[in-house]
């Protein structure tokens, strides 16, 4: 099976089985990831810092221009990204951690245990996860590790259910029962045997994921219930709706630099599936 | 069967099997009140709130019985259709959603009926010329809508046609400074309509067109298009009458599972342009912390989901029989 996962070959792997949508996706994530660490630290200007030059065009001074409040727009938005990207990194971490777990669990045991658990999955799924989450950070409050945590915790029937469905196929394999036969532990035939061939799907996942979740938290953010301290680009966006008659650049390049990382995110993932035979374009 | 007595008894059936879902959120909510850090009576009743107020809450809740007791009183109460009220507005909370979801719904199922036809036609077009410049076009247009934030297209559209080019209002359903009549209100109405629902259109078109082409695309593949075109039908008929219905199938059970996702688009969307639904209701809760408005507007929310993942389910199960059971 190993032969043919595109993900164990030469340089640069992931680049060579990638096509060129998932290329550009790559492409994205990496300017993103380049903005917020690099970029971020070679500018001048902080977040933070006020200034006398308030709702500035973009201009030699502030490449972006500068909001109300005359901070420098490219240096928030260069760390309004770490928390943005911190979001969908962890997020998805969380998500897919839990929906691997419970995908692979329901896939490889079957019976009565998968057919309660995926009942379960498929109700939990009903439940509309963004006023689910807001209800929960309202509660809670907004500090940004809740809004991860939350988001993260509601975020894993999707991956749970495309998980399963690729062990079910896989545990009929032979090299599969040719493990169980060797007398191979059932923790060692699933972590050895069968979770390395669902890990494109994984990939496909947690990219999807990440995404969906610097989305999510953005709506958040949106309606108010964003973590202060810890500006997002959502946060950045709802902070740049008041001025959008008079500072356009406040709020269009926020909202430029998180489109562009999710539709990076969401072409990674396409790009991923595409890469490991799916041509569709979506499961 | 017929299609029509058939959509009514998987109707019928769905409701049976909805009712737990419904209890769950209500039960869901419920703990969730109670696991928040802060004592229910003051969330119930709101920042300081005068002492024989809060002892009001303690009673009409139930807040000193025991906590199945309180379950039990929350659960009746709210399958009842009180959601409690509103500490902000002092009015019902059934009363105030009643008011505003009939607004909401129009700019909802508006965009909805647009971005459904306008959805289906490109991915039709799309996966009828698989790897071609249209089909690259559309692909990329659709993932594009797809990751940009609803309330964000909302502001890009209010920067180009109301700030920019000043020719539609941006902001409400209606003129505030002039009261039109007849024809002119109806006039007006659509041009404050115009840009929510556009933004509406092209964030659900999105979602509609990425998961009808895929599925388009999986259709062509059958044997039975094979079949239709060797026994000489049209490539028009091929596609729309053979590989869509079968497509659909997969557009109708998307909507319903994302209807959660439209709805949230619609909130945000609201609220960029001050459009009075429960967008704005939302808003108004989570500024004012009025939890009973909250917590009501997320059961109503979550009920409506619950609602079209059943109607979408029976839709499909007239669509395509094999599902139905």
């Known amino acids: 099976m190993n032969a043919v996962n595109p993900f164990h070959a030469k340089p640069w792997p992931v680049w060579r089985a990638l096509n060129p949508s998932g290329r550009t996706g790559l492409l994205l994530l990496l300017t993103a990831l380049l903005l917020c660490t690099a970029v971020a630290w070679m500018l001048q200007h902080s977040p933070s810092t006020m200034s006398e030059a308030l709702r500035e065009p973009p201009g030699a001074a502030h490449w972006l221009g500068t909001d109300d409040l005359g901070r420098d727009v490219l240096a928030r938005v260069a760390y309004g990204g770490q928390i943005s990207l911190m979001v969908g990194a962890f997020s998805a971490l969380i998500a897919v951690s839990i929906g691997v777990a419970v995908g692979a669990a329901c896939g490889y045991l079957g019976g009565a245990f998968d057919a309660v658990v995926m009942r379960v999955t498929e109700a939990f799924q009903i439940i509309p996860r963004f ?35 690729q062990v079910l196929v896989l545990r009929k394999e032979e090299f599969v029962l040719a493990a169980i036969m060797g007398g191979a532990s059932t923790t060692r ?69 998180l489109s562009l990382t999710i539709l990076g995110l969401n072409l990674l993932g396409d790009g991923i599936r595409a890469a490991h035979g799916d041509t569709t374009g979506t499961s | 069967m017929h299609a029509p007595a058939r959509l009514a008894m998987s109707i019928g059936r769905r409701l049976l099997m909805a009712a737990p879902v419904v209890m769950a959120i209500v039960v869901l909510t419920f703990v969730l009140i109670r696991l928040s ?102 692909t990329a247009l659709s993932l594009a809508g797809y990751s940009m934030p609803a309330f964000w297209i909302g502001q890009l559209l209010i920067l180009s046609f109301a700030v920019w080019l000043g020719w539609l209002p941006s902001n409400g359903m209606g003129s505030a400074r002039e009261t039109f009549e007849g ?143």
């Not at chain 1, 035939?189 to 995404?211: D, F, K, M, T």
């Not at chain 2, 994302?258 to 939302?282: C, D, K, Y």
């Open chain 1, 189 to 257: 035939v699933i972590g050895r045997h069968i979770l390395p061939n669902v890990a494109p799907i994984i990939a496909v996942s947690a990219s999807l994921q990440a995404g969906s979740a610097i989305l999510l938290e953005s709506f958040i953010s949106f309606l108010g219930l964003g973590d202060v301290a810890h500006p997002s680009w959502g946060l950045l966006l709802q902070q740049g709706q008041l001025f959008i008659r008079d500072g356009w650049w406040i709020s269009t390049f926020p909202g430029l630099a």
């Open chain 2, 183 to 325: 024809f002119e209100w109806f006039v007006d109405r659509v041009r404050h309509m115009v840009l929510p629902v556009t933004s509406l259109v092209l964030f659900e078109l999105a979602i509609i067109t990425r998961f009808t082409r895929a599925a388009m695309v999986q259709a062509l593949r059958q044997d039975y298009v094979a079949v239709a075109h060797a026994k000489g039908a049209s490539q028009t008929r091929v596609l729309w009458r053979h590989a869509l219905p079968n497509a659909l199938v997969t557009t109708v059970t998307v909507l319903g599972l994302e209807f959660g996702f439209l709805l949230a688009g619609s909130v945000v969307t609201e609220i960029v342009f001050g459009w009075p639904g429960l967008g704005r209701l939302f808003f108004d809760a989570i500024f004012r912390r009025d939890f009973p408005l909250l917590t009501g507007c997320f059961i109503f929310t979550s009920v409506m989901v619950v609602l079209a993942n059943m109607v979408t389910d029976a839709v499909v199960s007239v669509l395509d029989p094999r599902t139905a059971r």
């Open chain 2, 37 to 138: 850090p802060t004592d229910p009576a003051v969330l119930l009743a709101g920042d300081a709130p005068a002492p024989e107020f809060l002892e009001k809450i303690r009673a009409q809740y139930h807040l000193d019985e025991s906590i199945a007791k309180q379950l039990a009183i929350y659960v009746g109460s709210a399958l009842q259709g009180d959601l409690g009220t509103s500490i902000y507005f002092r009015k019902p909370v059934t009363e105030l959603i009643l008011a505003h979801a009939p607004v909401t719904f129009l700019l909802t199922l508006t965009s909805l009926v647009i971005a459904s036809a306008i959805g289906v036609s490109l991915a039709v077009l799309a996966a009828s010329r698989p790897g071609t410049g249209t089909d690259t076009a559309v």
């Open chain 1, 131 to 165: 006023f689910l989450a807001l209800i929960v950070v309202a509660l809670v409050g907004s500090g940004i590790w809740k809004i991860i945590l939350v988001l993260g915790l509601l975020s894993w029937p999707a991956t749970a259910r495309v998980v399963r469905a």
